[in-house]
């Protein structure tokens, strides 16, 4: 139970007003059993949380009149962080990962780079495959061109959600798997 507490800010999110900090004149009191209990005075409410030993929360305070609830304040904030903590494991986090190519790439090279890709794919990331071109083989962005088109035919676990665009030296294209593909 806290008692004199004033706003506390959660994450700088909102501020969550208790206890005395609370300044309405009148809200609507919500029980710890989740009964209405009606519209009163703050004051009011506040004897009445006192009473039962807990703390009252304002949880709606654009409400009109505000909604305000009696509860353990302690316990409220640690489910709160468990349900923030439980909803930020179960995001899932996908990365860019980068393959390079050469303009002259050989061929176990290039198959090399696929099998990598293949793996990136499966794991659910998006590939960034990118070809820099150095002096004299700016002349020849076409090769380059060729050279992502067939790295592309080559993965048909995976989509082209950027075409192959040149950039300066470099021509970049972004793959990501098709939607559907076994992840694991």
């Keep these: 139970m806290i008692w004199g507490c004033i706003q506390i ?3 700088g999110k909102k501020e969550i007003e208790i206890n005395e900090a609370i300044r309405d004149r009148e809200v609507r009191l919500i029980g710890a059993d989740g009964s209405q209990l009606g519209v009163m005075s703050g004051r009011e409410a506040l004897r009445l949380a006192q009473e039962q030993d807990l703390d009252l929360v304002k949880i709606a305070p654009q409400a009109q009149p505000p909604v305000c609830k009696i509860l353990d304040y302690g316990k409220y ?13 179960n ?3 996908i990365e860019i990962k980068e393959i390079r190519l050469s303009l002259n790439i050989d061929t176990n090279d290039f198959n090399t780079k696929v099998n990598q890709a293949e793996k990136f794919l ?13 002096g004299r083989e700016m002349a020849h962005t076409n090769l380059g061109l060729e050279v992502e088109k067939r790295f592309a035919d080559a993965l048909p676990g995976a989509q082209v959600d950027k075409a192959p665009k040149l950039e300066g030296r470099s021509m970049q294209m972004f793959m990501s798997p098709k939607p559907g593909a076994q992840q694991k």
Excluded: C, D, L, P
Aim: proline residues 0%; positive net charge.
């Design 9 to 11: 800010a959660t994450n």
């Design 77 to 89: 904030r640690f489910e709160q962080q468990k349900r923030e903590k439980e909803a930020k494991k």
């Design 91 to 93: 995001q899932k986090v």
């Design 122 to 134: 499966k794991a659910g990331h998006k590939i960034k495959v990118s070809i820099r071109f150095r």
